[in-house]
């Protein structure tokens, strides 16, 4: 019996809503149960928002108070900070840029402190792993110049004497712990530590130039202060000051 029900319902056709009778066609579609079922959660949104939208004003403290109700007013329905007078002389500004250009100039002496070190650890190589700077040798007569072999002097094979970093000596070479330590992958490992050491070198050479255009920029406004008649002779852009020419004073 129960084989003879599933049978029965494998051949009934499946339901579908009915369409728009034909004397209603000018009141447009029919609405299905799904165009129902998003009218009806748009709507309820909607109730839950002004409900808790009401709730809130109801909670309100009406003796609440924060300062921009004072330090700001309303003009055509927007909401306008006041101007606030500004409360400092001129000697009091002086004095704070004064502070100002010191700390600037302490955090870029720090800066290039630091960028020398790190010149000195990483030798300043090139694209090409050669040297910048020339070393000069010295020897007695020009007899010797003219038979000069530099991978003799140094004590090092041909191929090694255009490196500045990591140049073994012949004696070195042969032994078994250098043959063993110049290995591909740490070989690899060096050259990606050595990279990220230059990634890090190249940002604080931007850093202290950009402290510097900022003691520049700084000292440039205090100067201002100083002196009435001045004339403009360069716009102030993202890599340099301003440049003003002064009258200049005889001082007394």
Known sequence: MSSFRKALKSRQRNHHERSQP???????????????????????????TLAALRKKALDKNPDEFYYNMISSQLQDGVHIGKNKEEEMTEEQKKVMRTQDIKYVEMKRVAEAAKIERMKGELHLLDADSKQKNKHTFFVDSKVKVQSFDLANHLDTAPELVDRVFNRPTLKALET?????????????????????????????????KKLFVISQKIQTRKDLQDKNKKVKVKKETPNAAAIYKFDTKRKR
């Open 22 to 48: 034909g004397f209603r066609k000018h009141l447009g579609l029919l609405e299905k149960k799904k165009d129902y079922k998003l009218r009806a959660d748009d709507y309820h949104k909607k109730q839950n």
């Open 176 to 208: 078994k712990s250098i043959q063993g330590a110049v290995d591909p992958y740490s070989m690899m490992k060096l050259a990606k530590q050595r990279n990220h050491q230059y990634k890090i070198l190249t940002q604080r050479i931007d850093r202290e």
